[in-house]
Structure formats: C-alpha cells, structure tokens
C-alpha cells in the first residue's frame, strides 16, 4: 500500500476501518415518531448543542458512549443509558 506521500508500507495484515458502520444509523424504536425532543446521532452532533441541566438518554454502548457518556454524566440532570445488544466477548488466556 502507498500513503498520499506515495510512502510504501508493507505489512502482513490490514484491517480496515471503514465501511457499513461509517454510516450513522439512528436505531429503530417503537414509538419514536412521538418523540418531540432533540434526536440525533452522536456522529452528527449539532453546533451549540447544550444538554446542561436536561434529561438525556444514550441509546447503544459502543465507541461512541464510552466518549460521550462520561461527559454528559458531568452535565446531564439525568442521564439514562440504553444498551440494544450486549457485547460478545471471549475470555483471554493469557
């Protein structure tokens, strides 16, 4: 591979960082349509966004969260976390 310096880097694997999930996906929730807050994806976080003092809810668990949550907790009157689909995870055995 080749960078935009045309730098040649050689390497045994690559994984890459990009694809479905570089699309924000609001997810699907029953009732939503109601809703007559302030909805939005944390990818597309709105200029001069306060949550000081407001009720707020996460809805996932992922990267994302694990930046925002502990901001919002600082700032939020309540903050409410919802987890969709709990994490797979494998014991290490090292």
């Known amino acids: 591979m080749h960078t935009d310096r045309d730098d040649a880097i050689t390497a045994r694997f690559l994984i890459m960082g990009c694809g479905p999930l570089s699309t924000p996906r609001l997810p699907e929730v029953d009732g939503m349509s109601a809703f007559r807050g302030e909805a939005f994806h944390t990818s597309r976080w709105p200029e001069g966004c306060d949550l000081s003092g407001k009720t707020v809810g996460v809805v996932g668990t992922g990267a994302s969260a694990a930046q925002v ?11 409410y976390v919802f987890q969709r689909t709990p994490a797979w995870c494998v014991p290490r055995e090292d």
């Open 69 to 79: 949550v502990p901001k919002l907790a600082q700032v939020a009157g309540h903050l």
